[in-house]
């Protein structure tokens, strides 16, 4: 070799060298790519000097508005805000906050400020949808972070309450944030009033079948006759199942039982370390099919209808594709599927985006590798920082600041009651369906040996969305209708990812929904048009779905049987697994 080409051939090696290293400290000092992201917007923006010098002309108009209206409020002169906050921002709703001259001037400067911040990111010229989204997100959990409503000294909703119980108010907050603190998390609900199996997930069954993945319970019919055809419930693996078994009143399977309809549900374990290496294929294989074949043999039915809830419904979606050519010449194990807040295409996750790209996953990896599991605190986390100031930050004041007692929510208390999530399994789910949306790709994805494609699903549909669902997007959601080719019905209920499926029917009702056909031809909106709208709940209009696709009524069959006797009563096992 040349002198001139080793000397070239070394400053590659040295370039590449270098680019690793840079790959690596970036891995470590900014997995998630916030300074990356900051410094792109710095720099896009300070490429359009235009378009900045009229947004900081917006800015100061702005400010200078607020330095008249200040002036006003000091002569005792009332008048119009300059900025309000957003209607569902709940943080200055004390009178305080507009009563006091000084601490209206500080929160409408704030706001300003961070409205003024966030419209431009969302602007920020020569940057993509995601790019913007990404900065916007982290940006937006800082500026929420500074509020002044989260620091002692600058909330005067926390200085009245102090002196009004002569200091006992901070004495309170400091024991609630060492609570806080000694678990590592900021607590939701308080603990103490619940326990699984005494006033939560407590209604009557027997675990009928355990492995390393599930424990299925079968649950005791309460109707004097019930449809032959069973019901298999999914819930999602990075949860624990006794949401649809809250409170009596609250609880999806008690309503099931009492409609007349056989009801299972897996509960899946809570794996450690030794679980490591457990695939997507096991959990399938494993865990739905298992489930599915157990419920059938015990009801002597040869289908069950089956319902998958979230990730649940993820998977649930996939063994469909994979069992139509598993049992292709033969009667499909399922007979109807139900979804509860599913995405199959994961185009526009929502804001959870921002954590799915190649160097997050990649720093995720390694994270996993040291554990063999995801906790279940880092993923309840990710999910609480999709809505900062609801779920993070009115629980900081509420507790910390004002001293309250934290109140007992069932639900609340659930979703702290976390799950960790195995390596394998967990990265594989990311890649393949967030960052590549390989699931709505025919034949892209090769599961248990069988290349995946959702247009093979034919079975009728029952799909459920939720208006304000941060974590299953509604009109992301809606995307099912288009890859699958059975008959589909779909409803779309207000309120959130859990409270608009946990949803039982109440008088006066508290929620709504709008339902009907779907078409493959539909966008979400043209839908939603030709959609019929209710009050109430929308469990009886899926019992008048369900139930003639479950079969005749007939005699219960036994809860257990001598070849799968009764492991454990419910909730079983694996549910108490900390």
């Known amino acids: 070799m040349t002198k001139p080409a080793a000397q070239q051939s070394w400053l590659i090696d040295s370039f590449e060298n270098a680019q690793h ?27 359009h000097p235009g378009k900045l010098a009229e947004s900081n002309v917006q800015l100061a108009q702005k400010l200078f508005d607020l330095q008249q209206y200040a002036a006003r409020r000091y002569w005792g002169m009332q008048g119009p805000d300059v ?22 001037i500080a929160k409408q400067w704030y706001l300003i400020l961070t409205h003024h911040i966030q419209d431009m990111l969302y602007e920020t010229p020569g940057q ?11 940006c937006r959990n800082w500026l929420n972070a500074l509020s002044p409503s989260n620091f002692f000294w600058t909330n005067p909703v926390a200085m009245r309450r102090a ?27 308080s603990t103490e009033e619940f326990k699984v199996g005494e006033n939560l997930g407590t209604t009557p069954g027997k675990v009928v079948f355990r492995n390393e993945l599930f424990e299925l319970i079968h ?33 999806l399977i008690r309503y099931l039982l009492e409609q007349g309809l056989d009801t299972y549900i897996i509960s899946w374990r809570n794996p450690g370390a030794e679980q490591a290496g457990t695939t997507f294929d096991q959990y399938l294989q494993e865990g739905l099919d298992q489930a599915f074949r157990v419920a059938r043999e015990l009801s002597a039915q040869p289908q069950v209808n ?52 190649p160097a997050t996953l990649d720093w995720l990896d390694g994270k996993m590798a040291e554990t063999g599991y995801l906790d279940g605190k880092d993923m309840a986390m990710s999910f609480r920082m999709l809505r900062p100031n609801s779920l993070i930050w009115n629980y900081v004041v509420h507790g910390w600041l004002y001293g309250e007692k934290l109140s007992a929510f069932d639900v609340l208390y659930w979703n702290m009651d976390t799950t960790r999530m195995p390596a394998a399994m967990h990265s594989w789910y ?46 992301q959601s809606f995307r099912l209708n288009h890859l699958l080719t059975g008959d589909k019905r779909f409803v779309l209920s207000t ?20 339902v009907g056909q779907a078409e493959r031809h539909q966008s979400p909106e043209h839908w939603k048009q030709s959609a019929e709208h209710h009050t109430g709940s929308w469990w009886e209009d899926w019992m008048q779905w369900l139930k003639p696709q479950s079969g005749e009524l007939a005699k219960a069959p036994a809860v257990s049987s001598r070849q799968y006797p009764a492991l454990a009563d419910a909730p079983g096992s694996y549910v108490l697994e900390p």
């Open 21 to 47: 290293f840079g790959n690596m400290l970036e891995n470590i000092c900014d997995p998630f790519g916030i300074g990356k992201s900051a410094i792109h917007t710095q720099l896009a923006w300070l490429c």
């Open 83 to 104: 900025e309000e906050a957003h209607p569902e921002d709940t943080r200055f709703v004390e009178p305080e906050w507009s009563d006091s001259v000084s601490f209206d």
């Open 128 to 138: 993509s949808v995601q790019a913007k989204r990404q900065t916007a997100f982290w």
């Open 163 to 189: 002196v009004e119980s002569n200091g006992e108010s901070i004495k309170r907050g400091w024991q609630n944030f060492l609570e806080d603190a000694k678990l590592g998390t900021v607590r939701m609900s």
């Open 219 to 251: 649950y005791t019919p309460t109707a004097k006759a019930v449809h032959q055809v069973p019901v298999v419930i999914v819930p999602p693996c990075i949860n624990k199942f006794y949401v649809l078994d809250l409170t009596p009143k609250k609880s």
């Open 306 to 357: 089956a319902v998958g809830y979230c990730i649940g419904g993820a998977m649930l979606a996939t063994w469909l594709a994979w069992s139509s050519q598993q049992y292709a010449g033969s009667v499909n194990p399922v007979a109807s599927a139900t979804f509860f807040a599913t995405l199959v295409d994961y185009h526009s996750p929502g804001d959870i985006e921002v954590f799915i790209d």
């Open 430 to 475: 990311l890649r393949q369906f967030y960052l590549h949306n390989n699931l709505i790709k025919p034949n892209a994805l090769n599961v248990a040996g069988h290349d995946i494609n959702l247009e093979n699903i034919t079975q009728p549909v029952y799909a459920v969305a939720a208006v304000d669902d941060h974590i299953a997007p509604w009109k």
């Open 495 to 514: 309120s959130g990812h859990i409270l608009g499926i946990v949803n039982p029917p109440v008088s006066p009702p508290k929620r709504a929904f709008w």
